[in-house]
């Protein structure tokens, strides 16, 4: 006999399985160090269509002597990972670690940090960019923001960077004062006004930031606005590395790059400036300058000289007797010659060994002898 109560039954019961919504499938993701040693990061779970950002911070984990973490192989496929995506992988995976060697371009020394102090910058370029934080933390940065990093500990720490831009173009609306920043010029991160830098923090730098930030194909320029604006404990002179490989550019390209600091007007004593090495003798009214000596230029007492003329008064060394020198004599300037960074007093053959004594450096006399 039929029974529609039986039939009503049965049709909700199908009716509510259809409607009944499935669960994203959850899977989960395992690390591996590849070539690297140490104990890999925790594994984690995601659900299929949700966004992933994989381990790329590294400390007290995946390590490998002279390399830094370059992104995650994942398995199975041939895809390389560098920062957050969506999963759409429909398996388990394991992310084996890719390394690249680590070569440092640029170094920023910070100044005396507390426990707790937090360093940050502007990185305002796409590319694929590496920091060694100076505390063994490794970090590999692949999109625009404001970097930040807590010290754990006090002192004074050595940052240094490496990487290569790929392309400076910004996205509309970014109020952002260069390719990179130290200082403390505003810029907006996720909507909120804030400095791009911690500039009290910055003491040093060297090496090149143009390394990092060059110019691309001839036409895509790099922005130093603002650098190291506010950089007040920032002193010395800037390198000749330091912009090297920058080349063009508009007027905002190292429009106030080193304002408010201290950093030398012009190159000091023992310095060329670097007008010929790299065709530009100022930045934002700083010197460029050479690293290393200036010909014909030298301290002696606290002044700089340029020429050999201040050494007039020569010693043997105690003990040891020459007939041409006495004990102190007064040797005309004329005799000695300058020879790149040095001074030389030309001795007469066959005078004999003996040592020559020059504020408290000894040199062994010859044919030639270094006196300064």
């Known amino acids: 006999m039929f029974d529609s109560n039986k ?45 992933f950002t994989p381990v790329m911070i590294l400390k ?35 992310l084996t670690a890719q390394w690249v060697q680590f070569i440092p371009k640029f170094t920023v020394t910070t100044t005396n940090m507390s426990a707790g102090d937090i360093f940050k910058y502007w990185q305002g370029a796409d590319g694929l960019f590496y920091v060694d934080w100076g505390d063994g933390t490794l970090q590999t940065i692949n999109y625009k923001d404001v970097i930040t990093h807590t010290y754990e500990t006090a002192g004074v720490h050595t940052i240094r ?19 990179i920043s130290f200082g403390n010029r505003a810029v907006q991160d996720s909507g909120i006004t804030t400095h791009a830098g911690t500039p009290l923090f910055v003491s040093k730098i060297s090496g090149s930031l143009g390394a990092i930030y060059p110019t691309i194909s001839g036409i895509k320029h ?12 920032l002193n010395g002179f800037v390198p000749a590395s330091m912009f090297s490989g920058v080349t063009g550019g508009g007027a905002d390209t190292f429009y106030s790059t080193f304002n408010d600091t201290s950093m030398d007007t012009t190159c000091p ?11 530009i003798s100022s930045v934002d009214g700083r010197a460029v300058c050479e690293d290393g000596p ?25 003990g040891v007797s020459h007939p041409l020198l006495s004990e102190q004599v007064t040797v005309p300037s004329m005799v000695f010659q300058v020879d790149d960074t040095k001074c030389y ?12 004594k020059w504020g408290n450096n000894l040199y062994h006399a010859g044919d030639l002898d270094v006196v300064n």
Do not use: M
């Not at 409607?19 to 989960?28: G, M, N």
């Not at 960077?161 to 390719?179: C, E, Q, R, S």
């Not at 004593?269 to 007008?275: E, L, Q, S, V, Y």
């Open 60 to 94: 007290d984990s995946c390590a490998r002597s002279g390399y830094i973490l370059s992104g995650w192989l994942v398995s199975g496929t041939g895809d390389i990972q560098t920062g957050t995506f969506t999963w759409e992988y429909t398996a388990d995976k394991t």
């Open 294 to 318: 200036k010909s014909n230029e030298h301290y002696y007492n606290n002044e700089c000289v340029t020429d050999c003329s201040f050494a007039t008064n020569l010693k043997t060394e105690t």
């Open 222 to 233: 790099p922005r130093f606005t603002a650098t190291f604006d506010g950089c007040v404990n």
């Open 269 to 279: 004593c023992g310095a060329h400036d670097a007008t010929t090495a790299w065709g």
């Open 161 to 179: 960077f490496d990487g290569l831009a790929t392309d400076y173009n910004l996205a509309t609306g970014d109020d952002v004062p260069g390719v």
């Open 345 to 356: 007093v030309p001795l007469e053959s066959g005078a004999g060994d003996f040592n020559l």
């Open 7 to 51: 039939l009503r039954v049965v049709l909700h019961a199908a009716l509510v399985a259809v409607f009944v919504p499935f669960a994203a499938f959850a899977y989960t993701v395992t690390y591996d160090c590849g070539d690297g040693t140490g104990t890999p990061p925790a594994s984690a779970t995601v659900a299929d269509g949700e966004s």
